[in-house]
């Protein structure tokens, strides 16, 4: 019988549900088919893995874009929430505008920027029109990889820091509006009152965006596909091409164990060192 008591765990349960069948059960098998190969445990996937050729690349990859990205994701949706709550007239406009890449798929967004940055891009139209090059630019090839990283790393930080800024903006929206004034009657400057007032209480939400952002710049794939392909390895791209390609699923599963893994290792640092002290009740 639902009462007062138990209604918070049947309005709970139906989320609970959800996550046990698409989130903690293909969990649980990754893991068990990652230690498992001709029915016995044993670490063989991980070491197949490991002596990939590609592995050490596709972890180099996906560890230096999660590094550029997500500091860039953070300090522009921080820059364009600090933005909106000068802005007067419009705001929900600019808001709406802002949020566009929110409704875009990771692949749709991947060939947006391929139109763009391809040899016969917009891009590149532009250029030889104006005469600064002489023929089409190589941003996307095998030839030029540190192009082809930028490209990736724009896409990435134009199709998601929208979901950063949103975050960041209900953040700013919570900081009681006194203490900014009380501290500019105080003659604090704007740099100190961002420093010492907003940016520690905007705690909680960096920290939240911080962990989300990070898990998902991990399981970069499909704006990688569209632009590169197999030109830049990823930690994600190498578990589709051997569950897919290679038809290896122990060795597909032991990179989606490695990405879970340094995903947590990460979301354990930023619950470190962004800790937030518990209202005193």
Same mark, same amino acid.
């Given at each position: 019988?639902?009462?007062?008591?138990? &209604?918070? !765990?049947?309005? %709970? @349960?139906?989320?609970?549900?959800?996550?046990?069948?698409?989130?903690?059960?293909?969990?649980?098998? @990754?893991?068990?088919?990652?230690?498992?190969?001709?029915?016995?445990?044993?670490?063989?996937?991980?070491?197949?893995?490991?002596?990939?050729?590609?592995?050490? $690349?596709?972890?180099?990859?996906?560890?230096?874009?999660?590094?550029?990205?997500?500091?860039?994701?953070?300090?522009?949706?921080?820059?364009? @929430?600090?933005? %909106?709550?000068?802005?007067?007239?419009?705001?929900?406009? /600019? &808001?709406?505008?802002?949020?566009?890449?929110?409704?875009?798929?990771?692949?749709?967004?991947?060939? =947006?920027? $391929?139109?763009?940055?391809?040899?016969?891009? !917009?891009?590149?139209?532009? $250029?030889?029109?104006?005469?600064?090059?002489?023929?089409?630019?190589?941003?996307?090839?095998?030839?030029?990889?540190? @192009? &082809?990283?930028?490209?990736?790393?724009?896409?990435? =930080?134009?199709?998601?820091?929208?979901?950063?800024?949103?975050?960041? /903006?209900?953040?700013?929206?919570?900081?009681?509006?006194?203490?900014?004034?009380?501290?500019?009657?105080?003659?604090?400057?704007?740099?100190?009152?961002?420093?010492?007032?907003? &940016?520690?209480?905007?705690?909680?939400?960096?920290?939240?965006?911080?962990?989300?952002?990070?898990?998902?710049?991990?399981?970069?794939?499909?704006? =990688?596909?569209?632009?590169?392909?197999?030109?830049?390895?990823?930690?994600?791209?190498?578990?589709?091409?051997?569950?897919?390609?290679?038809?290896?699923?122990?060795?597909?599963?032991?990179?989606?164990?490695?990405?879970?893994?340094?995903?947590?290792?990460?979301?354990?640092?930023?619950?470190?060192?962004?800790?937030?002290?518990?209202?005193?009740?």
């Amino acid at each position: 019988m639902i009462t007062e008591r138990t &209604l918070p !765990y049947w309005l %709970l @349960a139906p989320s609970l549900v959800f996550l046990i069948a698409l989130f903690a059960y293909p969990f649980a098998d @990754a893991f068990f088919i990652a230690f498992r190969a001709d029915g016995q445990w044993t670490f063989d996937n991980f070491r197949t893995m490991v002596d990939d050729i590609n592995f050490g $690349l596709s972890l180099w990859n996906t560890m230096l874009l999660v590094l550029i990205v997500v500091p860039l994701q953070i300090a522009i949706a921080l820059t364009m @929430a600090m933005m %909106l709550t000068k802005i007067r007239a419009g705001r929900d406009l /600019v &808001l709406y505008v802002w949020t566009i890449p929110l409704g875009i798929s990771d692949l749709a967004a991947g060939v =947006v920027w $391929l139109a763009l940055l391809s040899e016969r891009g !917009y891009i590149n139209t532009v $250029l030889s029109a104006l005469g600064i090059v002489d023929g089409p630019a190589l941003w996307l090839s095998y030839e030029t990889p540190v @192009a &082809l990283f930028i490209a990736v790393i724009l896409a990435e =930080v134009w199709r998601a820091t929208a979901i950063v800024m949103v975050i960041l /903006v209900a953040g700013v929206q919570l900081i009681p509006k006194e203490y900014n004034e009380a501290a500019e009657i105080f003659g604090a400057s704007a740099w100190q009152r961002f420093v010492k007032i907003t &940016l520690p209480l905007l705690k909680p939400s960096l920290q939240t965006a911080l962990i989300l952002r990070t898990l998902l710049a991990f399981e970069v794939f499909a704006v =990688v596909v569209a632009l590169g392909g197999r030109d830049l390895p990823v930690l994600m791209g190498e578990a589709f091409l051997w569950q897919f390609d290679y038809r290896d699923s122990g060795v597909a599963s032991a990179y989606a164990v490695l990405i879970l893994l340094i995903s947590i290792a990460f979301t354990l640092v930023y619950l470190r060192v962004l800790r937030v002290k518990e209202e005193a009740e």
